[in-house]
């Protein structure tokens, strides 16, 4: 009951060869298959052959398959649906397995109780030595911590049909782990933490990279929804800065209504407000990171925006999954 399968969602980043290098070299028993499901919404019929020549062997063992862009959830469902072994292990397009993984990976299964439903891998993130991590680094790091992430994440296969696999109302990769994962604790299974490691390199982004994640505070509103007020402690996940960045745009929104309107001291008030939130947040940002000229402009330009951002995710999020019942989705 150790066999197992690999599915890997990916947009054919340039980390894919990479990923699949690493788990071809990776020493014990080698996976029964390998499901590389392609999610780009277009994908070109050639552009696969590079990173699947690094598998080696293992290119025998491994399939294709396309979704047409529906997201990670839907690509890790789609996966699902074609393997055959107990156990399904998922692993993210830009992380790299180490030299051992697979003799790990199969000594964590054995060790599972008839009662686990998951395995989770121990994620590392390597950080620049010599100076501190900036903002965007610190918040890759946070994956360390992160429960369930499917970064690395083994399950039973039938365990995960049980449940419906992966909500696909998730569109990104943000809380569709942690959601399969409660479903699978109230159903009576475990999740444990294993010994097997992966490295997940940081990734580069963009100067605005922190206002487009705030599209996740969509995510936490379906989270709350499914799983109640208390999801934050269920899941062990850190709540963020949602009350504050609500409190700071509506500080916002009241000095211009009230400047509008003529209400010159109240709305002065309110804009000191604004001010004294957005400044606070750009400090905590600031202070811990390298603080180099990039830094140091960038972070108070998106702490401008991150808040109003993070506020409109929030409430449009809400609205649309008011009413979104349970997921039930079953292998199609």
């Known amino acids: 009951m150790t066999s197992y399968a690999v599915v890997v969602p990916t947009l054919l980043r340039d980390t894919l060869a990479d990923c699949l290098a690493a788990l071809a070299a990776a020493r014990g028993p080698r996976p029964d298959e390998i499901v590389l499901v392609d999610d780009r919404p277009d994908p070109a019929p050639d552009t696969l052959a590079h990173a699947l020549s690094v598998l080696g062997d293992l ?3 491994t399939t294709t398959v396309a979704t047409g862009g529906r997201g990670p959830a839907a690509a ?3 996966g699902l649906r074609t393997v055959t072994a107990p156990w399904t292990a998922f692993l993210d397009d830009d992380v790299q397995v180490g030299p051992h993984w697979c003799a790990q990976l199969v000594r964590d299964l054995e060790e599972a109780t008839p009662d686990t ?8 993130v390597p950080l620049p030595g010599e100076r501190r991590p900036t903002d965007w680094e610190r918040g890759t790091a946070g994956l360390t911590r992160a429960r369930w992430i499917t970064a690395d994440m083994a399950y039973r296969t039938e365990a995960l049909r049980q449940v419906g696999g992966f909500d696909e109302r998730f569109p990104r990769a943000f809380r569709e782990d942690a959601d399969l994962a ?3 604790l109230d159903a009576g299974w475990r999740i444990r933490k294993g010994r097997r490691t992966t490295l997940h390199p940081v990734r580069p982004a963009s100067r605005w990279a922190s206002v487009g994640r705030q599209r996740g505070h969509a995510d936490d509103a379906l989270m709350r929804h499914l799983h109640g007020p208390d999801w934050w402690d269920k899941a062990v996940a850190p709540r963020g800065r949602i009350r504050r960045h609500t409190a700071i745009t509506a500080a916002g929104a009241a000095a211009c209504a009230l400047a509008a309107t003529g209400h010159r001291r109240a709305a002065t008030a309110c804009a000191l407000g604004w001010a004294a939130g957005t400044a606070e947040f750009a400090r905590a940002r600031i202070v811990p990171g390298p603080r180099t000229r990039d ?3 960038t972070v108070p330009a998106t702490s401008v925006v991150v808040p109003p951002a993070a506020t409109w995710h929030r409430l449009a999020g809400a609205w649309r999954h008011r009413n979104a019942p349970a997921w039930q989705e079953v292998a199609r």
């Open 117 to 124: 439903a998951g395995v989770q891998g121990v994620i590392t």
């Open 76 to 78: 890790r469902n789609t």
């Open 295 to 297: 830094e140091v402009t």
């Open 59 to 61: 290119r025998e063992r």
């Open 182 to 184: 409660l479903r699978l």
